[in-house]
């Protein structure tokens, strides 16, 4: 039986077409499964779960890298947030003591020529009216100053 010019054409369009819309599925799964971009964040989260007991439940800490220097930004809810950012005194010893409790295994890890630093954000706003203090700056001050806790 001879086979007719463009016969089954329909059937092929069909397939390649199938086959092409199978292929762009797979990709765009295995893109959101696997972006190119994710980064591992098992330190981070280790430096966060490390510091969740010195603060309220209720509060959020995210670890962050900017540049050098991991910052743990600390969010408290809501009114206890605005009055820890409008008792200056209160804010710096709180950031302090976090710097504290940052356990050795931690400070091992990230090495000599690293920084951890604390940060606080209110209303989702860091960085802009904010101040980050550098916990390195601020052990070495404890040291100076014979402070042991």
């Known amino acids: 039986m001879a086979r ?13 077409g199938t086959m092409r819309a199978f292929a762009i599925s797979l990709s765009i799964a295995l893109s959101a499964a696997n972006p190119a971009g994710a980064v591992d964040r098992s330190f981070e989260t280790a430096v966060e779960n490390s510091l969740k007991g010195s603060v309220p439940g209720d509060w959020f800490l995210r670890a962050s890298w900017r540049d050098d220097t991991l910052v743990v930004f600390i969010s408290p809810p809501p009114p206890e947030s605005f009055k820890l950012w409008y008792d200056a005194g209160r804010q710096k010893s709180m950031m302090e003591a976090l710097c504290r409790a940052v356990p050795g295994t931690i400070w091992d890890r990230i090495g000599d020529a690293k920084d951890i630093a604390m940060e606080q954000v209110v209303g989702g706003n860091g960085g802009k009216g904010s101040w980050r203090l550098s916990c390195r700056e601020d052990l070495a001050k404890g040291k100076e100053a014979g402070r042991t806790d």
Do not use: C, I, K, Q
């Not at 010019?5 to 397939?15: E, I, S």
């Open 4 to 16: 007719r010019p463009g016969g089954g054409g329909a059937v092929r369009n069909f397939m390649e």
